[in-house]
């Protein structure tokens, strides 16, 4: 059973900083690219950052320069570092895992799996 939870969510003041971690279990996870994704209220859900087994990286323009995925592969972690976070990224963030790293980047909603979430709220 493929499980990815996410943790690292929580309340933080415009221009701070916040950890998300993603745990993965029941796959072969360098098998996978391992993505975050987001939906803020009355939105449709959008790619944050992806990246490959290999480390190479993708991230929605509106991130760039503020925030970093990275993942530890013999852990089997994903993460997103958030700086300089902004009211706009409130939002619901979701750890996915897909075969395809097109797939992901395309920001299709069809991963192969889903995290259940975890809630980002940034205050001004």
């Known amino acids: 059973q493929v499980q990815l939870v996410e943790s690292g969510g929580g309340s933080v003041q415009a221009g701070g900083s916040l950890r998300l971690s993603c745990a993965a279990s029941g796959l072969t996870f360098g098998s996978y690219t391992m993505g975050w994704f987001r939906q803020a209220p009355g939105k449709q859900r959008e790619l944050v950052a992806a990246?490959?087994?290999?480390?190479?990286?993708k991230y929605a323009d509106s991130v760039k320069g503020r925030f970093t995925i990275s993942r530890d592969n013999a852990q089997r972690m994903v993460y997103l570092q958030m700086n300089s976070v902004k009211a706009e990224d409130t939002a619901v963030y979701y750890c996915?895992?897909?075969?395809?790293?097109?797939?992901?980047?395309?920001?299709?909603?069809?991963?192969?799996?889903w995290g259940k979430g975890t809630l980002v709220t940034v205050s001004t």
């Open positions: 990246i490959t087994s290999g480390g190479s990286t």
């Open positions: 996915a895992a897909d075969r395809s790293y097109l797939q992901m980047v395309a920001g299709s909603n069809g991963m192969d799996y």
